[in-house]
């Protein structure tokens, strides 16, 4: 099932390059807040107007080329992400991790965290948000008229 990926709002003053390891054409510049009232919303249109692919990921194989990522481009010449996500289509969760790298063993560091948020595993359009406490949120966006995604 496609899962797309619509609206970034972006809660913080950092700026950020939005990259789907799938997608060489979904990256975009996601702007920092106006205040610290009023959150950017940026929109990820991908290759249709429709959104981006979220990519599906269970394992660490398969890391590298299927996950999502938010690089802060500033004093960051290695583009180190700040934060990789995906979704996990063994577990039907949403995951996400701060160390850049996919870790489900605690001894190794950061591990992998579910994504929390009003969001279900089906074929809807997404928005996620880039919370200024250093996490994520994602919700799904539903059409008012037909209450679908």
């Known amino acids: 099932m496609e899962k797309k990926l619509l609206i970034v709002v972006n809660e913080t003053n950092q700026n950020f390059k939005f990259v789907n390891m799938e997608c060489d054409n979904d990256e ?3 702007q920092p807040y106006a205040s610290s009232s009023l959150a950017s919303i940026n929109l990820t249109p991908g290759q249709n107007d429709a959104g981006c692919d979220i990519p599906d990921c269970s394992a660490s194989d398969y890391f590298d080329a299927h996950h999502m990522a938010f690089i802060n481009p500033n004093n960051n010449p290695e583009e180190t992400p700040a934060f ?59 059409d008012k008229e037909t209450n679908n995604g």
Do not use: H, M
């Open 28 to 30: 975009r510049q996601i």
């Open 84 to 142: 990789c996500f995906w979704y996990d289509d063994d577990s039907n969760q949403y995951y996400y991790t701060t160390s850049g790298v996919y870790n489900t063993d605690p001894k190794k560091g950061v591990v992998n965290k579910v994504i929390p948020g009003n969001v279900s595993s089906s074929e809807t359009r997404k928005a996620i948000y880039i919370k200024n406490d250093g996490s994520l949120l994602i919700t799904d966006i539903y």
